[in-house]
């Protein structure tokens, strides 16, 4: 009765009863071993379950169209032997071409951006106008056009995903928490002026280019070629070129980092949120190159994935957002015990570099905390000095300065950088510190290696915003 139902059924239902009826009578058999199946009734149901393999492939792939097709242009078309092993080779010399004119054109962006900035002399007080790619083209009642914000010629273009742009120029994007007029960006962006006949002269040297970049630590973003960037509908651009991972990739190196975070009782109310938002912006500046975990502590040391304890995992996409809502779930309560979370954090990272895993590169503790009080000096001694191979950030939350000294020492004593997070608009710029003192190592050396980043796609709107991807 059962098999006579189903041939009134769809093929991909018929496969799952087909299925769901063979696997009960192997379990019956295997128990009974006595009974036997004859050789007739397995070869009709392996002809019948191959038959409904066969029916529902050809349906859903469209084999008999395509067959159709080729006798259609059977007349007109010939068979070559192709040499797979030749054919590879050839795609790998174009692959290798075409990478390295990216890999030149990004050479010779760094060559004239050192030079720029080695004759380049800060000037505190330098007034200087550059095309804000905010406020081009804007006018005033009167129709004349505001500060930074002079005419800039815009013609769509076809190989920029048909945006108004300017191939002749770049132009600066400021975030909209940056002073666009602080000393800091307008040195910097008088400095990298010099970039601009190089971007004309890498896009006609490889015309297969789009969008080239320029992130500067102190946040301006130089875009070439230059757009009209508008603001999303409350009129604020949240982009920042420092938090994109192909800024932090090619600035820090890959990275194991462990986050320690307080949760004792003195961590409730606004302490604790902007703990958890501290380390969603920590986990923001991570990607796949980099190995992660959680520790939160208060009265014991626990994982804030139980699965992942004793380890590190990959930062990547999936392993952050899956982080992020752990981190939410986290309450505050019991006392305080840092030099248990210390020691278990030194433990992770020590194991993963004796085996050989992880990043093999920079490796750090990021502890989030209100206060250290206890006697935690033996634990780095035992741990991390004379040799300090793990650096430590220190965190401190909260506006109470009393313990500011025990995290300072921590962070100076472990070639860290310590900070003091306040409020919540606190975060984001006091995260992105540590990423300064983990390029240190790389800009001492003189590293001059092209960071290859996973695939960049960045958030795009539909009224001509910025550009949508690398």
Same mark, same amino acid.
């Given at each position: 009765?059962?098999?006579?139902?189903?041939?009134?059924?769809?093929?991909?239902?018929?496969?799952?009863?087909?299925?769901?009826?063979?696997?009960?009578?192997?379990?019956?058999?295997?128990?009974?071993?006595?009974?036997?199946?004859?050789?007739?009734?397995?070869?009709?149901?392996?002809?019948?379950?191959?038959?409904?393999?066969?029916?529902?492939?050809?349906?859903?792939?469209?084999?008999?169209?395509?067959?159709?097709?080729?006798?259609?242009?059977?007349?007109?078309?010939?068979?070559?032997?192709?040499?797979?092993?030749?054919?590879?080779?050839?795609?790998?010399?174009?692959?290798?071409?075409?990478?390295?004119?990216?890999?030149?054109?990004?050479?010779?962006?760094?060559?004239?951006?050192?030079?720029?900035?080695?004759?380049? +002399?800060?000037?505190?007080? %330098?007034?200087?106008? &550059? *095309?804000? !790619?905010?406020?081009?083209?804007? /006018?005033?009642?009167? $129709?004349?056009?505001?500060?930074?914000?002079?005419?800039?010629?815009?013609?769509?273009?076809?190989?920029?995903?048909?945006?108004?742009?300017?191939?002749?120029?770049?132009?600066?994007?400021?975030?909209?928490?940056?002073?666009?007029?602080?000393?800091?960006?307008?040195?910097?962006?008088?400095?990298?002026?010099?970039?601009?006949?190089?971007?004309?002269?890498?896009? +006609?040297?490889?015309?297969? %280019?789009?969008?080239? &970049? *320029?992130? !500067?630590?102190?946040?301006?973003? /130089?875009?070439?070629? $230059?757009?009209?960037?508008?603001?999303?509908?409350?009129?604020?651009?949240?982009?920042?070129?420092?938090?994109?991972?192909?800024?932090?990739?090619?600035?820090?190196?890959?990275?194991?980092?462990?986050?320690?975070?307080?949760?004792?009782?003195?961590?409730?109310?606004?302490?604790?949120?902007?703990?958890?938002?501290?380390?969603?912006?920590?986990?923001?500046?991570?990607?796949?190159?980099?190995?992660?975990?959680?520790?939160?502590?208060?009265?014991?040391?626990?994982?804030?994935?139980?699965?992942?304890?004793?380890?590190?995992?990959?930062?990547?996409?999936?392993?952050?957002?899956?982080?992020?809502?752990?981190?939410?779930?986290?309450?505050?309560?019991?006392?305080?015990?840092?030099?248990?979370?210390?020691?278990?954090?030194?433990?992770?990272?020590?194991?993963?570099?004796?085996?050989?895993?992880?990043?093999?590169?920079?490796?750090?503790?990021?502890?989030?905390?209100?206060?250290?009080?206890?006697?935690?000096?033996?634990?780095?001694?035992?741990?991390?000095?004379?040799?300090?191979?793990?650096?430590?950030?220190?965190?401190?939350?909260?506006?109470?300065?009393?313990?500011?000294?025990?995290?300072?020492?921590?962070?100076?004593?472990?070639?860290?950088?310590?900070?003091?997070?306040?409020?919540?608009?606190?975060?984001?710029?006091?995260?992105?510190?540590?990423?300064?003192?983990?390029?240190?190592?790389?800009?001492?050396?003189?590293?001059?290696?092209?960071?290859?980043?996973?695939?960049?796609?960045?958030?795009?709107?539909?009224?001509?915003?910025?550009?949508?991807?690398?």
């Amino acid at each position: 009765m059962m098999l006579c139902c189903c041939g009134r059924l769809s093929p991909a239902v018929r496969l799952w009863i087909t299925l769901w009826i063979i696997s009960p009578s192997r379990l019956f058999y295997s128990a009974h071993a006595q009974i036997r199946i004859p050789t007739e009734t397995v070869k009709l149901w392996a002809d019948a379950f191959g038959g409904e393999m066969f029916s529902l492939a050809t349906k859903y792939s469209g084999s008999h169209l395509l067959q159709k097709k080729y006798k259609d242009v059977e007349s007109i078309i010939k068979i070559e032997e192709v040499d797979g092993l030749e054919l590879v080779r050839k795609f790998a010399e174009k692959m290798e071409e075409m990478l390295g004119r990216k890999m030149k054109a990004v050479k010779r962006l760094v060559n004239a951006a050192e030079d720029a900035d080695l004759y380049h +002399e800060y000037n505190a007080s %330098l007034e200087y106008d &550059y *095309f804000n !790619s905010v406020k081009v083209n804007e /006018r005033d009642d009167d $129709g004349n056009y505001g500060e930074l914000g002079s005419e800039f010629i815009l013609e769509s273009n076809e190989h920029f995903n048909n945006l108004p742009v300017n191939t002749s120029l770049s132009n600066i994007q400021v975030p909209t928490n940056v002073y666009n007029k602080d000393p800091g960006i307008l040195n910097g962006v008088y400095m990298s002026e010099a970039l601009n006949p190089l971007f004309v002269d890498n896009f +006609e040297r490889d015309p297969t %280019l789009t969008w080239q &970049y *320029f992130g !500067s630590f102190t946040g301006f973003f /130089r875009l070439y070629p $230059g757009i009209k960037w508008q603001p999303d509908e409350n009129g604020v651009i949240a982009f920042d070129c420092r938090n994109r991972n192909w800024y932090i990739q090619a600035a820090t190196s890959p990275k194991d980092i462990v986050i320690v975070v307080d949760i004792s009782g003195s961590m409730k109310g606004l302490r604790l949120s902007i703990a958890k938002h501290t380390i969603t912006t920590i986990l923001d500046t991570m990607g796949e190159n980099d190995f992660v975990n959680i520790i939160a502590y208060n009265d014991y040391v626990h994982y804030v994935e139980p699965c992942f304890k004793g380890t590190l995992v990959q930062a990547d996409l999936d392993n952050r957002e899956h982080f992020k809502l752990l981190v939410e779930e986290l309450h505050a309560k019991g006392m305080g015990t840092v030099k248990k979370a210390l020691k278990e954090a030194f433990g992770i990272l020590s194991q993963f570099n004796v085996t050989g895993q992880g990043s093999l590169c920079n490796q750090a503790i990021m502890l989030i905390t209100d206060g250290a009080v206890e006697d935690y000096k033996q634990v780095f001694e035992d741990y991390n000095w004379p040799d300090r191979k793990v650096r430590v950030f220190t965190y401190l939350i909260g506006r109470e300065v009393t313990f500011a000294d025990n995290a300072k020492w921590i962070a100076c004593n472990n070639k860290g950088y310590y900070t003091q997070i306040s409020t919540l608009a606190d975060v984001q710029e006091n995260v992105m510190e540590y990423l300064h003192v983990l390029s240190r190592p790389m800009v001492i050396n003189h590293d001059h290696d092209i960071i290859w980043t996973e695939a960049y796609m960045d958030s795009a709107v539909s009224d001509l915003s910025h550009p949508k991807g690398d």
